[in-house]
């Protein structure tokens, strides 16, 4: 299926490795340009070099924290400079730490605040009169399962990505008369330093051993297995063509049947 992709222009935040790296070789192998962001230079110059060689489209890496107001300035910015449009917007970066209630001050309450919704605030705002001047745009927030069922230990993560859910429904309508979609993507269990992280941080709560929490998860994911980063990105291709012109709104999962909810 053509997705219609060749020369459009894709900011990928978080994209050095994980889900946003696998987005961005993702939107690259079907011909689009890219910006992709993270903090750490080298693994981020790395991560560009790797999808140009591999793919032949420009790859631009600028290295800078997305949770940062002038972070976000600089990273639409250069990608004006460079491709002068904007034409799909991959929100992704690092998740919140974990943790219970008890255990986040309000600093760390906050820290989650800048970086998990107003990342997306900001990027979106900066983003959309662009699109909105192309005629065209798409959007694709990237927040998790804790979304249609909030899980244990990851409070910070729950509450901010409702929030994230909450404004690109709203988004959504707002901007859909100027052809521009927005949509959110919510992985399961995917094998990634983020998750390996979570599972440290039960291993040592609990006292089990990782290799017992790693299974335990496995056990609780329907296709009973993890999943993998690719398997996001097919889905975030699909949402950012034209071939999803008329999906605006949604919240997908990609979780292997791990979240219960009917909705
Ligand atoms: N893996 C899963 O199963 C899963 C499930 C549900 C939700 N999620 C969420 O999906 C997102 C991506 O997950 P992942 O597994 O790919 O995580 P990951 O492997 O830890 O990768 C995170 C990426 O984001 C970058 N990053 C982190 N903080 C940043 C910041 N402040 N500004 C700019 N870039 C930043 C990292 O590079 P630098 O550190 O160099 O900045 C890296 O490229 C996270 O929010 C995660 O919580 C993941």
Known sequence: MDLGLREKVAIVGGASRGLG????????????????????????????????????????????????????????????????RIDILVNNTGGPPPGRFDDHDDAAWQAAFE??????????????????????????????????????????????????????????????????????????????????AIFREQAAASGQDIEDVRREWKERIPIGRLQRPEELADLVAFLVSDRAAAITGACLPVDGGLTRGLF
């Not at 032949?56 to 800078?64: D, L, N």
């Not at 798409?138 to 990505?161: C, G, H, Q, W």
């Open 21 to 84: 790296r696998a987005c961005a070789e993702r939107l690259a192998r079907e011909g689009a340009h890219l910006v992709i962001v993270a903090r750490g230079e080298d693994e981020l110059a790395c991560a560009a070099t790797a999808i140009a060689a591999e793919t032949g489209t420009e790859v631009m890496p600028v290295a800078i924290d997305q949770s940062r107001p002038e972070g976000i300035q600089t990273i639409v910015e250069r990608a004006m400079e460079r491709f002068g």
């Open 115 to 196: 970086g998990t919704l107003m990342s997306v605030v900001r990027l979106c705002r900066a983003a959309v009169p662009i699109m909105r001047t192309q005629g065209w745009g798409r959007i694709v927030n990237d927040t998790s399962f804790t979304v249609k069922e909030p899980a244990d230990r990851l409070i910070l993560s729950n509450v901010f990505r409702v929030g994230v859910v909450a404004l690109s429904k709203t988004l959504a309508r707002e901007v859909a008369a100027d052809g521009i979609t927005v949509n959110c993507v919510c992985p399961g269990a995917f094998d990634t330093d983020r998750l390996r």
